[in-house]
């Protein structure tokens, strides 16, 4: 079972030496040939710029060429892939043409381990969920650069993939390297060595992208080092009062985006359509009601309360319950916030006032 | 094992309807197939096309091929559940979640407080004790409902009262001409016991605020909070441990509940909201 080791991770202290495994190189024009390939095997999806932001795209042979490489993040994270917002869970589970998903950021891919317990695991499996995860594979892209949010590392997470990748990829000038991370990545790798010029790659470029992840590495960890880590965020919140939630809550229009964004959070609604079918469609503890019983009562009626029961959940409750992590630092819900909430500020502020 | 589709709910039909009082009917179901719960697990009920909503199975753990689900008129589900007529087909999801821990309870007095539409999981528990009569002390039952009207499941009541070990109290709120019994809230009536409390253990179901004060006066009597279970009533949407509705504090209700030990939830956020 892949994914769910990412919380061991916590204590990897990024400072040390990133070793980098056996990688192999193929030239960009070899790999265009790939890319082609690919667009005709699989549904493919790799991350392109629109209008000043990235996301995932579908692949065709028209536009291998506007991929963007090893820049953070796609708006979306990998959880549609597997979770679209809705989806018919009665419904027969046709044949579909595998997807292959490239470009996924590291914190994407460690989010994978709690979404794999919750619906892998916990007596119940969903076969929806599993027949997607099944179906696709997965293509990991190191981070070179970081944006603005990002912090990653301050949950013990690297900004270069480490679990739950089918292959890794990181591009440099006109080459492009991979490293298997699975079975099937092995398998495609090989496969490759019969189209295209497949070499091992040498000492000094290895040691070029050990030099690149730790710059990276530690650049967001110098940036976050006032941000309290993840165990430590769990107990802030735990003996907060309730004055910092409402402060920050003030400007929370409960649109629910960051739970939306969320590469961890997977609470849904089912919906009944006629015929018994059931529609499970993405839902967030933000919006009103969503605790609500029919006799009225609600205990997540008042938006402070409500809104730091996402903060809750996800250092409090499910360390609890999930081996995984249930925030990796990916920053989408800082990005997203019509309301200006940062989540960070605020975990700094609980941090500043302990210290105080 | 092949995997099943944990979405798809098995058809049963709806032999009878009951009206127990005037917002309260118990659905009388026969499920397509031999259906077996554990006294006090929640199934989840579907309205073909309409929605799902958790219940408490309200009929005897030991019957298989039929299945009694009594339901207030609350909400927007329920309310089309009650214009229901017999011939309907319905789905039913389940069983789910940690039921009442008859282990705990063998060898004991037993002391079962229940308030309004609370009464409906505890008599699928009083009937699972009523079979395993050998096994226990004595049963004692309080239960109370707003008025007459309201106080369900009367013909049964009636037959609990005849069997041997088993007491049963019961009090309106606002009584009328034809009420004998008591008057006052649910809580009242544990004044009125006898049970030895170090041999005893206390079982509570009723409305989030009858739970409450149930709970301060048990302990008030001397009760230790490892003697006290309540089942807990969140919005379980999935059943399944995952949809996040029934979430109360770090236990989801439909998985790790919904019958909880008092001490286990009583640091928990909100538990009677």
Request: glycine share 6%.
């Amino acid at each position: 079972m892949q994914g769910c080791n990412n919380f061991n991770n916590l204590f990897v202290n990024s400072f040390i030496l990133i070793m980098v495994d056996k990688m192999v190189v193929i030239s960009m024009t070899d790999w265009q040939a790939v890319l082609l390939q690919f667009a005709r095997s699989y549904s493919f999806f790799a991350p392109v710029q629109f209008n000043g932001s990235m996301d995932y795209e579908l692949i065709d042979e028209e536009n291998t060429g506007d991929i963007i490489y090893n820049h953070p993040k796609p708006s979306t994270s990998v959880k549609t892939f597997f979770l679209p917002v809705k989806e018919n869970v009665t419904a027969d589970i046709r044949y579909q043409k595998p997807t292959l998903i490239m470009g996924v950021p590291s914190c994407d891919l460690a989010a994978l381990g709690i979404l794999d317990e919750m619906y892998l695991n916990r007596d119940y499996t969903d076969i929806y969920y599993k027949n997607r995860r099944k179906n696709s594979i997965l293509i990991g892209y190191d981070c070179n650069s970081t944006v603005e949010n990002c912090h990653c590392t301050s949950y013990g997470i690297n900004p270069f993939p480490e679990n739950n990748f089918d292959i890794l990829l990181v591009r440099l000038d006109e080459n492009v390297f991979l490293q298997p991370g699975s079975e099937k990545g092995i398998a495609m790798v090989k496969e490759l060595e019969n189209h295209v010029k497949v070499v091992e790659a040498s000492e000094n470029e290895i040691q070029h992208i050990s030099e690149k992840r730790k710059k990276i590495a530690d650049s967001l960890t110098q940036k976050n080092k006032k941000l309290p880590g993840y165990e430590l965020s769990g107990r802030l919140i735990n003996e907060s009062g309730s004055e910092i939630w409402k402060s920050y809550a003030s400007t929370c229009v409960s649109c629910g985006a960051c739970a939306t964004i969320c590469p961890t959070c997977t609470c849904f609604l089912l919906i009944d359509r006629p015929g018994f079918e059931k529609v499970r469609q993405l839902d967030a503890c933000q919006y009103p009601g969503f605790e609500r019983v029919a006799a009225g009562e609600d205990p997540l009626e008042e938006l402070p309360v409500r809104f730091m029961n996402r903060y809750q959940c996800k250092y409090v409750w499910k360390p609890v319950k999930f081996k995984s992590i249930a925030c990796t630092g990916c920053g989408r819900c800082i990005d997203t916030c019509i309301g200006k909430i940062s989540k960070n500020e605020l975990l700094e502020e609980l941090a500043s006032e302990e210290k105080a | 094992m092949k995997d099943t589709n944990i979405y798809n709910p098995l058809r049963a039909k709806l032999l009878e309807v009951i009206e127990e009082s005037p917002t309260i009917k118990s659905f009388v179901l026969e499920p397509e197939r031999e259906f077996s719960f554990a006294t006090g697990q929640f199934i989840e009920l579907t309205l073909n096309g309409t929605g799902e909503a958790p219940f408490t199975p309200s009929s005897s753990p030991l019957v298989k091929d039929r299945i009694e689900i009594t339901i207030m008129r609350a909400g927007y589900v329920t309310e089309k559940i009650h214009a229901l007529k017999p011939g309907e087909v319905m789905g039913i999801r389940g069983p789910y979640g940690r039921g009442y821990p008859l282990d705990e309870l063998y060898g004991k007095e037993i002391l079962v407080v229940g308030g309004g539409c609370g009464f409906a999981p505890l008599r699928s528990l009083l009937y699972n004790l009523e079979a395993d009569k050998d096994k226990i002390k004595k049963v004692t039952f309080c239960y109370g409902s707003k008025n007459p009207a309201e106080c369900i499941y009367k013909p049964y009541i009636e037959n609990l009262k005849a069997i041997e070990k088993f007491e049963v109290y019961r009090t309106v709120d606002v009584a009328d001409e034809t009420w004998a019994e008591e008057v006052g809230v649910a809580t009242m009536l544990l004044d009125k016991v006898e049970v030895n409390i170090e041999q005893s253990t206390a079982v509570v179901c009723g409305p989030p605020v009858m739970m409450k004060y149930g709970v301060m006066k048990l302990l008030e009597m001397g009760y230790r909070d490892e003697q006290v279970y309540l089942s807990m009533e969140k919005n379980m949407s999935c059943g399944l441990g995952k949809c996040g509705h029934c979430m109360m504090g770090e236990f989801f209700v439909c998985k790790d509940g919904p019958v909880f030990r008092y001490d286990e939830i009583k640091d928990q956020p909100d538990i009677w909201k």
